[in-house]
């Protein structure tokens, strides 16, 4: 299982059967799974710049699904135009720029905070001389071996 998505990729919600939605509804997509294998633990959605989560728990639960049903494709031509140009390069610094994937560091901490935060220190003044801090965009060090010897 990946541990981190690029832009553009999918994570599978993890013990469901992996559905490919994007929006606001995959979220409760992966809900309702959950509820219906009798699941229970966090649920996490990402996107973008937005990060919600729950803890699922035990108890009776009824999904009911109203959706519509497939649609056959429309026997209309499709009109080639010009495709859109766009550089990935380019792309990769704005959203770098939008998002600000960094965590606030102090010089005399080894921790960071994210988001970034002011602190209050032993006089009770308020300190906010932290630098921004890029976050690792890849995982090296995987959850399962943090601690073993």
């Not at 988001?115 to 890029?134: F, G, K």
Request: net charge negative; aromatic share 4%; with cysteine.
């Amino acid at each position: 299982m990946p541990h981190i998505a690029s832009i553009g990729t999918y994570l599978p919600c993890w013990g469901t059967e992996h559905r490919r939605t994007a929006g606001a509804s995959s979220g409760l997509f992966a809900l309702a799974a959950l509820a219906e294998s009798d699941s229970i633990g966090p649920l996490v959605a990402v996107e973008q710049a937005s990060l919600s989560g729950i803890t699922v728990a035990s108890g009776e639960t009824q999904v009911i699904r109203c959706e519509r049903g497939a649609r056959p494709v429309s026997d209309g031509a499709v009109t080639r135009g010009a495709d859109l140009q766009i550089s990935p390069a380019a792309y990769e610094r704005a959203f770098e720029a939008k998002v600000r994937w960094g965590a606030g560091k102090y010089a005399d901490s080894d921790g960071m905070d994210l988001p970034p935060r002011n602190r209050v220190d032993d006089s009770c003044a308020l300190s906010a001389d932290h630098e921004l801090t890029p976050l690792p965009r890849t995982i090296t060090d995987p959850p399962s071996s943090r601690g073993a010897a």
